[in-house]
C-alpha cells in the first residue's frame, strides 16, 4: 500500500507570508504531484516531478514553486501568499510504468488558510 | 482540450436504492478513465478505472462503471448503496503519457435512512 504523508495537516498565514508544504512518500515512486482542490474546480494540478531535481508545470502554476529534493520529497512553496490561495492541497505519487493505467496514490491533505 | 464533467454536484440517494453518477469525458484519442473516492477528511483513492476492452469495469465495494465512445461517458454504478459510501467522487482522465491527471468537479453523494 502507498504511503504518502503530507505536513503540516492546517495551515493558517496572513497575506504576504511565506508558507512551505511538505510531502513524503515511501513507495520509491518516480511520479509526485501537488495538486489544489476547491469546492466547484475538483482538483487542479499545480506542479508535478518525475525524480529528483525535475519539475514540471501543471495548469495553475501561478504563485507556486515547488521543488524535489529526493525520490522521496516534494515541497510546495508559496513565497507571498495571497487569500486566492486558501484551499486544500494534496500531494500524490504514483510509479509511472502503468502509462496511461498509473494510479494516484494521495495524501490526507493540508488545509490552507490565508488571511 | 481535454476535460472531465461531472454535471451534478450532489446527488442524495436512499440506503438500498441504486445510484448512478455521471461523468461526460473531452478527449482526442483513446481515454483512460478513472473514478477516485475521497471520504470525509480523506484523500482520494482509486475506486476503478477503464482501458479500452471491456466496457464495464468492476470496481471494489460492488462499484462498477461503464464506457460509452459514441456518449463520451463512464458513469459510475451501484446496485444497492450504504451509508459509508458517503463520499465525494471524482471522475478523471489520464493524459500525456499517463503522467498528467485531469479531474471533474466531483459530485457529493448523501445517503439517507
Known amino acids: 500500500e502507498a504511503a504518502v504523508t503530507q505536513s503540516p495537516r492546517n495551515k493558517v498565514t496572513v497575506t504576504g507570508g511565506n508558507v512551505t508544504l511538505s510531502c513524503r512518500q515511501t513507495?520509491?515512486?518516480?511520479?509526485m504531484y501537488w495538486y489544489r482542490q476547491d469546492t466547484g474546480h475538483g482538483l487542479r494540478l499545480i506542479h508535478y516531478?518525475?525524480?529528483?531535481?525535475?519539475?514540471q508545470i501543471g495548469d495553475v502554476p501561478d504563485g507556486y514553486k515547488a521543488t524535489r529534493t529526493t525520490q522521496e520529497d516534494f515541497f510546495l512553496l508559496l513565497e507571498l501568499a495571497s487569500p486566492s490561495q486558501t484551499s486544500l492541497y494534496f500531494c500524490?505519487?504514483?510509479?509511472?510504468?502503468?502509462?496511461?493505467?498509473?494510479?494516484?496514490?494521495f495524501g490526507a491533505g493540508t488545509r490552507l488558510s490565508v488571511l | 482540450a481535454q476535460s472531465v464533467t461531472q454535471p451534478d454536484a450532489r446527488v442524495t440517494v436512499s440506503e438500498g436504492a441504486s445510484l448512478q453518477l455521471r461523468c461526460k469525458y473531452s478527449?482526442?484519442?483513446?481515454?483512460?478513465l478513472f473514478w477516485y473516492v475521497q471520504y470525509p477528511r480523506q484523500g482520494l483513492q482509486l475506486l476503478l478505472k477503464?482501458?479500452?476492452?471491456?466496457?464495464v469495469v468492476q470496481g471494489v465495494n460492488g462499484f462498477e462503471a461503464e464506457f460509452s465512445k459514441s456518449n463520451s461517458s463512464f458513469h459510475l454504478r451501484k446496485a444497492s448503496v450504504h451509508w459509508s459510501d458517503w463520499a465525494v467522487y471524482f471522475c478523471?482522465?489520464?493524459?500525456?503519457?499517463?503522467?498528467?491527471?485531469?479531474f471533474g468537479s466531483g459530485t457529493r453523494l448523501l445517503v439517507s435512512p
Open positions: 500524490a505519487s504514483s510509479d509511472g510504468t502503468g502509462g496511461y493505467q498509473n494510479t494516484l496514490y
Open positions: 513507495n520509491s515512486h518516480n511520479y
Open positions: 516531478s518525475y525524480g529528483a531535481g525535475n519539475l
Open positions: 478527449y482526442f484519442g483513446t481515454p483512460y
Open positions: 477503464y482501458y479500452p476492452g471491456d466496457p
Open positions: 478523471a482522465v489520464s493524459m500525456t503519457g499517463g503522467y498528467k491527471v485531469v
